[in-house]
Nanobody, 122 residues
Framework: QLQLVESGGGLVQPGGSLRLSCTRS????????ISWFRQAPGKEREGVSC????????YYADSVKGRFTISRDNAKNTVYLQMNSLKPEDTAVYYC???????????????WGQGTQVTVSS
């Protein structure tokens, strides 16, 4: 059974940076595509970024392209989301999720972390 744990959220001023981490207990992450989703109050959960199991493909939502970078270190069983030039509209709970297929579809993801709050405010 794969369990995911996010960390690295917090309060940051507009223009600032945060790095989120997603690690696991149980099964290795090696065979899973990992995505970051986010959910703001009153809004639906949306896909932010995805990285394939092989590390060969990545996806970014238009709203974060050029500001966020996803990466993975399989030796550490950790996936990172580096978030730069943060904006107030990036405020949300951020979740990492794992799937056996590389997909941006929320329904493909069977394993979810508990989420970490990111608040961008002055």
């Amino acid at each position: 059974q794969l369990q995911l744990v996010e960390s690295g959220g917090g309060l940051v001023q507009p223009g600032g940076s945060l790095r989120l981490s997603c690690t696991r207990s149980g099964s290795t992450l090696d065979y899973y595509a990992i995505s970051w989703f986010r959910q703001a109050p009153g809004k639906e959960r949306e896909g932010v970024s995805c990285i394939s199991a092989s590390n060969s493909s990545t996806y970014y939502a238009d709203s974060v392209k050029g500001r966020f970078t996803i990466s993975r270190d399989n030796a550490k069983n950790t996936v990172y989301l580096q978030m730069n030039s943060l904006k107030p509209e990036d405020t949300a709970v951020y979740y990492c999720a794992a799937a056996r297929v590389y997909s941006t579809s929320l329904g493909e993801y069977n394993y979810w972390g508990q989420g970490t709050q990111v608040t961008v405010s002055s």
